[in-house]
């Protein structure tokens, strides 16, 4: 049987299990993807998987199971064993959803990007490739490659919430090494989104060829206390690290220094983060969470002040609340939490307009890894490179650099915030950050 025909059934013997309620998630995925390096195609991969899972609350207790397999003696096994693990967990008091959704549906599938094949992939990255080799001081393209991706997933309960979302993306990407005078610099790009008519070659090599070069005369800086800005080119990959402090079930386990402070100042009253799920431009736009539970836009964080957690059902039941629509779930596994797109309000400043605040800061362009970075604690120490800026204009190149701070510090010393976001289609969006003061050591 096909996944809804799978949906339908698991849907129809759990009616009869005496389960008082019950959600099922099923999911399939496809995938082409292919590699090159030294003007030849280096690898293809076509995957899928499938599967769906069951959450069945018997006696206010949820058991999970899942399957890989559409069959019906599967499907009945999987109840069982749904029934059979609910023995060995603890009551959960909730009440499954019954709104059906009602808006119109996202943008999230494009028909003409399934029609996009494999050469035309492969001819797209070959002609990225020659256009950066052409460049004098590019020595290689040790990473290029694209990838088409779609998903469809299929969300009922108990009380007769049917759903399905269907969604398709790709992504072009290179990274090239340029090498000056015995300094070796690589720089990495890519493009992504829903029409692949939107890919250009010449913007994809010409911005490879730009960050691969840009640092390659780097000089020493001293260490200490200094302004520093934040590219949005970067600042997305900062935030991204911390956005687990916000789950409402990590505060409960003890994994969030947010914990009892909702309602303080968090952080400047220039920053204010929201989850945004109805944006279609972005790709975590959905208009109904991982538990059947319709989304809306939530202010996190606004102007400075801790205005929510987010929240799934389970995490909800333990504070008494409802939740906030931000459960995460695949057919396998409990549900968790997540932001559907986080994004972090524009300011009105352009990057010169913020480096211009300070008479000497650094510009950080490129990070390095993540090791040094805890989200449970908010401690960051990260390598970064960049520029040295004096009275608003990058002077030089620097690297080999680590700064240091904590998140919670990081926010509060927000002292402005950029104009536009970066091009990426990512589902967290941060402009440009400036702050006021982090521990730089060379």
Known sequence: MNMQEAVEYLNEIAKKSGAEQFDIFAGKSDSKSISVFNKALQNTEISNSCGIGIRIFKDQKPGYASTEKFSKESLEQTLADSLANSKFTEILNVELPSIAIEKEALPTYNQELENVDIN?????CLSIEERILAEKEIKNVPDLGAEISSSTTIFANSNGVFFTDKRNTFGVGAGAVAERN????????????????????????????????????????????????????????????????????????????????????????????SSEPLMPDLPGSTLMDGEGIPTAPLRVVEKGEFKSFLYNMESASKENRKSTGHGSR??????????????????????????????????VTHLEGGSGCDPVSGQISIGVQGFWCVNGLPVHATDNLTISSNFFDLLKNIVEIGHDYNDYFSNIKVPTLAISEMSVSA
């Open 182 to 273: 015995g300094v070796v610099k690589m720089g990495w790009y890519s493009k992504g989104g829903r029409d692949f008519g939107t890919v250009s070659v010449e913007q994809i090599a010409d911005k490879v060829i730009a960050r691969a070069k840009e640092l390659l005369s780097p000089r020493h800086i001293k260490s200490g206390e200094m302004p520093v800005v934040l590219t949005k080119r970067i600042s997305s990959n900062i935030l991204s690290m911390y956005l687990p402090s916000f789950f409402a079930e990590n505060a409960q386990n003890g994994l969030s220094r947010l914990a009892n402070r909702l309602g303080e100042k968090i952080a400047s009253e220039k920053f204010t983060l």
């Open 330 to 363: 695949g057919f396998a596994g409990k549900a968790g939490t997540s932001f559907m797109n986080a994004v972090v309000e524009l300011g009105d400043k352009t990057e010169r307009e913020m480096l211009a605040m300070f008479p000497h800061c650094l510009l």
């Open 120 to 124: 035309h992939l492969l001819n797209t």
